[in-house]
């Protein structure tokens, strides 16, 4: 079984400040890894998601994550954050075996930017 | 490629009444999942279908919970009997078999009152 632990429950920043937000997993296999944005009242929407390969994966506004198989560890940071950052973000696993790609999800974290 | 669509939106129930969620997947995605969030957690599983064929149920759904997808198209899910633990958003997303990570819909919050 995996499971998934998001660090913090809630991480204030001011805008521009960079910020990291920490994800922690367990599993007694491979897996696949992925972030995902919820901003208020709207479904998820991946951000980013790291397969194989090179382990510093990046999304498309300025977010990265860098998978540390060593630590079971896949952080998502951002240099510079934007007040349209605000919204909750959820680590994610997969594991490597045929069948239902099945997401277990870690409890959020909730990013707060203030002016 | 409308996106995954959910309906309704909001659903306010009474206790002990049945409710249906009704979940359109992009049209090319023959697989279809179903997961529920609860308020400050992260999603969880329910179950499953790849084509029409519904191949993993979580142990979440109780026999209260149906799921169907007829034609390997739309799905639905049915509460029958709601209790107020049920109430949650449930996410609908579809995916291809060779592509990971989902494409989720924006839910149907279930409020059982």
């Known amino acids: 079984a995996q499971s998934v632990t998001q660090l913090d429950s809630q991480v204030p920043v001011f805008e521009e400040a960079p910020v990291e937000l920490r994800c922690n997993y367990s599993?007694?296999?491979?897996?696949?890894l992925f972030w995902y944005v919820q901003y208020p009242n709207q479904g998820l929407q991946l951000l980013l998601k790291y397969l194989s390969g090179s382990t510093l994966v990046e999304s498309i506004n300025g977010f990265e994550a860098e998978f540390n198989k060593s630590q079971t560890s896949f952080h998502l940071r951002k240099p510079s954050v934007h007040i349209s950052d605000t919204a909750e973000y959820f680590c994610?696993?997969?594991?490597?075996?045929?069948?239902?790609?099945?997401?277990?999800f870690g409890q959020g974290t909730r990013l707060t930017i203030n002016p | 490629d409308t996106g995954v669509s959910q309906d309704p939106r909001h659903k306010i129930t009474k206790r002990g009444q049945n409710v249906t969620f009704r979940c359109d997947p992009i049209s090319e995605h023959n697989r279809l999942y179903w997961y529920r969030q609860t308020l400050g957690q992260g999603p969880e599983f329910l179950t499953y279908f790849q084509n029409e064929a519904q191949l993993e149920k979580s142990r979440l759904l109780s026999d209260r919970f149906s799921a169907e997808r007829p034609k390997g198209s739309f799905s639905t899910l049915e509460i029958q009997r709601t209790e107020q633990g049920d109430s949650a958003m449930y996410l609908c997303?579809?995916?291809?078999?060779?592509?990971?990570?989902?494409?989720f819909g924006s839910g149907t919050r279930l409020t059982v009152v």
């Open positions: 599993s007694s296999v491979s897996v696949y």
């Open positions: 997303a579809s995916s291809t078999r060779d592509t990971y990570g989902y494409t």
């Open positions: 994610a696993v997969s594991p490597h075996i045929q069948g239902a790609q099945k997401l277990v």
